[in-house]
C-alpha cells in the first residue's frame, strides 16, 4: 500500500472491550506498520491502554465517545439511541472519508443497521450480505449471507453472488473463482422457487462460465466452490453447526489423547505437527466477517474472540481496502446493469 | 424380543446391491440371531449370495422381484413405473403385516413417495420426516427433517418434534428428551413467522416441559438438546455441512501424522486410541435415517456404505419395531389430539 490507509476502530464491542481491541490493534499495527487508527471510545481509558502500546499509540487518534451499543440492544432500539455511540461514530468515519474501513466486535445486528443507514448500499444492492471465509480440502471458501437476510428472493442470492465472487477474488486472490447455490441437491428441480430463479438469472449473466450450479452442504468442505451463496437463515445455521462440529471433534481428539498413557506418548512425539494442525484450524484465523454491498468497508469481528482474532479482522478489513473492493463491485454492478442490449429481464433482475 | 420379528430388505438399493445388503444382513443376523428376514430381488442371485451366509439363509425368504428404482428416477416416475420393483414389494410387506419393518438404501425420494402412498401417514400427521442422530458432546441426539420437506409450516415443526420426542424416547433411550426448534437465534423475535408460530403452540401443549427454546447451529453437536427440529432444506443442508467438516478434520488429521517423521510416530504410538476416536466417530455408526410419521417402519441407509453400515441401519428399523415406536407416536398424537377442554387452536394446530 503506497497511500496511507487508515483503519477505524469501533473500541467498545465485544466481550472484552475495549482491552481485546486494544491489543488486537497492536498486533495488526506490527503486520500493518503504515496503517493508521482511529479509535472510537471511552478517552482516558483509551489513553492508558495507550500507553502500554508505544508504536500503536504513535499511529493512533482517539475520538472521544461515551455512549455504548449493548449485546442485547435490538436494532431499532440502537437505531433510535445509538448515534453518539462508539459504534455509529466509528462508521460514521468511513462515510465522512476520515477512515477506510471500519472494524467492530459489537452487536452484529446493529451494526448492520447503523452500516445501512449510514453508509447506504451500493447501486444495484437491494440488500447488504455477511460474507466469511471457511477452510477447505482446496484451500479456502467464502460463503455468505451468514445471518443478515433471514428471507432471501431470487434477486438478492444473484448479488450475493456478484458479491460473493469479487470478494473471492480480492481477498482470497482466486483468478476466477466459481460460484454455488447452496441446496438439497444438484438437480435443477431440487430447492425453491427462489434458488431456481437465481440459478436461472445467473446462466443468463455474463458471469454464466463463474457459475458453477447447485452444491450441497458437503461441498463446503470440498471446496467444490470458491463462492457460495446462500440465504442468511440457512447460512447463519450452516456455519455455527460447523463451528460446532469442528470443536466436538477437537474435543473428542482432546480425550483420546488423554485416554491412555499410550496415547499421551504418542501425542506428546507428535505434538509440534498437532500444534500446526491447530494452527491450521485455528478459529481465530478465520475472524473477520464482511458487511459486503455497502459504500464502505465494515467487518465485524466475533465478540468473543481475543487480540490475535481481532488483529485477523483488522487485517480482513486492510485487504478489502488495498484491494479496492468495494469499487471493484462497483463496477461488476455497473458492468451488469448498463451492458447494451434488450436483456431487460436481467437488468431488472439485479436492479 | 420375544415374538418373532420380520425386516423385510429392497436388496436392490445402493451403490453395491445386492452384495453389501446381503452382508449388511448377514452382519446384521449375528447381532440380532431371532430376526427373520424378508429379501424382495432377483431369486437366483440372491440364492446364489446367501449361500455363502448359512445362518443368514436359515432365517431368509426370497421374494423374487425384478424391477429396480434406479438412483436418477424421480419420485413421480418411480411412483408410475415402480409397483413391481423390490422397494415397492418390501414396503408392501411391511403394510400386509408380513414385516415389522423394511431397509432400503436406494432412492431416497422414490422410498418416501412409495411409503407415503403405500402405507399412508399416521392420524395427526400431515407429513412424515427424515430423522436421523448424531453424535455430541453429551451423546446423541436425533434431528428432523433431513429433507423430505423443503418448506415447512409451524403445524408440520410441531408434528416432527412430537415424532422426533418418541424417536429419542425409543432409540437413543432417553427418558424426558428435550426438544428444540433450530433458529438463527435463541430470541423470541429470532426466525421467520412459522418458526415463532411453531414455538408458541409448543409451549402450550402438554410437552411444554420438554419444549427448550430456539437452538442455534453449534447446540447440534453441543448436545444443547435431544431433538432438534427443522425444515428438511436447512435439516439436509446442516447435515452434509456437518458430514463435510468431519471428513475435512479427519483428512487434515491424516495429512498431520503424515507430515513429518516424528508424527509419523506419534501416531503409531498413539495408534490404539485413535483406532477407538475412529470407530466412535465412524459415519456408518450413523447410518439408519428413519422415515418417521408414517404407519409402518421405514428405514433409510447410505447409498454409499458397506456391509457393517447396511447393518447398523437394520438395527435401527430393529430398534424401532421392538420399541413399538409407532405406537407410540400414535399414542402421542391421540394424547393431543383428544384430549379434553377447549383447546381447539391447538388441537387444530396439531391436527
Known amino acids: 500500500m503506497s497511500e496511507q490507509l487508515v483503519i477505524a476502530l469501533d473500541t467498545m464491542g465485544g466481550d472484552w472491550a475495549p482491552e481485546v481491541v486494544i491489543r488486537g490493534a497492536a498486533l495488526a499495527q506490527q503486520r500493518f506498520p503504515k496503517v493508521r487508527f482511529l479509535l472510537y ?3 482516558e481509558r483509551l489513553k492508558t491502554l495507550l500507553a502500554k502500546h508505544k508504536a500503536l499509540q504513535g499511529v493512533s487518534d482517539i475520538v472521544h465517545t ?3 451499543v449493548r449485546a442485547e440492544d435490538k436494532p431499532s ?3 433510535r439511541n445509538g448515534r453518539q455511540s462508539s459504534m455509529w461514530q466509528a462508521i460514521e468515519a ?5 477512515a477506510n474501513g471500519v472494524v467492530s466486535a459489537g452487536n452484529t445486528g446493529a451494526l448492520m443497521a447503523f452500516a445501512k443507514f449510514v453508509l447506504r ?5 437491494d440488500r447488504p450480505a455477511i460474507a466469511s471465509f471457511f477452510p477447505t480440502l482446496k484451500g479456502e471458501s467464502v460463503m ?3 445471518g443478515a437476510n433471514i428471507q432471501c428472493d431470487a434477486n438478492n442470492l444473484v448479488q450475493f453472488a456478484i458479491m460473493g465472487n469479487v470478494f473471492a477474488r480480492t481477498v482470497l486472490g482466486i ?4 460460484i454455488g447455490l447452496l441446496n438439497v441437491g444438484s438437480e435443477d428441480v431440487k430447492g425453491d ?3 431456481r430463479e437465481a440459478q436461472s438469472i445467473l446462466r443468463d449473466t455474463e458471469f454464466a462460465r463463474q457459475y458453477y450450479g447447485f452444491v450441497e452442504g458437503d461441498d463446503i468442505a470440498k471446496g467444490t466452490v470458491e463462492v457460495i451463496v446462500t440465504d442468511g437463515f440457512t447460512g447463519n445455521v450452516v456455519l455455527k453447526a460447523i463451528e460446532g462440529t469442528a470443536k466436538l471433534y477437537a474435543e473428542f481428539l482432546r480425550q483420546t489423547f488423554k485416554s491412555s498413557f499410550l496415547a499421551a506418548l504418542g501425542y506428546m512425539i507428535a505434538r509440534p505437527a498437532l500444534r500446526s494442525l491447530r494452527i491450521r484450524l485455528d478459529p481465530r484465523r478465520y475472524n473477520g466477517a464482511i458487511l459486503l454491498g455497502l459504500n464502505g468497508i465494515v467487518v465485524k469481528s466475533h465478540g468473543g474472540t481475543d487480540a490475535f482474532g481481532f488483529a485477523n479482522a483488522i487485517a480482513v478489513a486492510v485487504d478489502l481496502v488495498a484491494n479496492k473492493s468495494i469499487e471493484r463491485i462497483r463496477q461488476d454492478f455497473e458492468r451488469l446493469t448498463h451492458r447494451p442490449g434488450p436483456d431487460s429481464e436481467i437488468q431488472s433482475a439485479v436492479v
Do not use: N
Open 193 to 195: 422457487e427462489s434458488l
Open 77 to 79: 432500539q440502537a437505531l
Open 41 to 43: 471510545g471511552p478517552e
Open 121 to 125: 448500499t451500493l447501486p444495484g444492492i
Open 144 to 146: 455468505l449471507d451468514l
Open 175 to 178: 483468478e476466477a473463482p466459481q
Open 66 to 68: 461515551e455512549s455504548v
Open 94 to 98: 468511513v462515510r465522512d472519508g476520515r
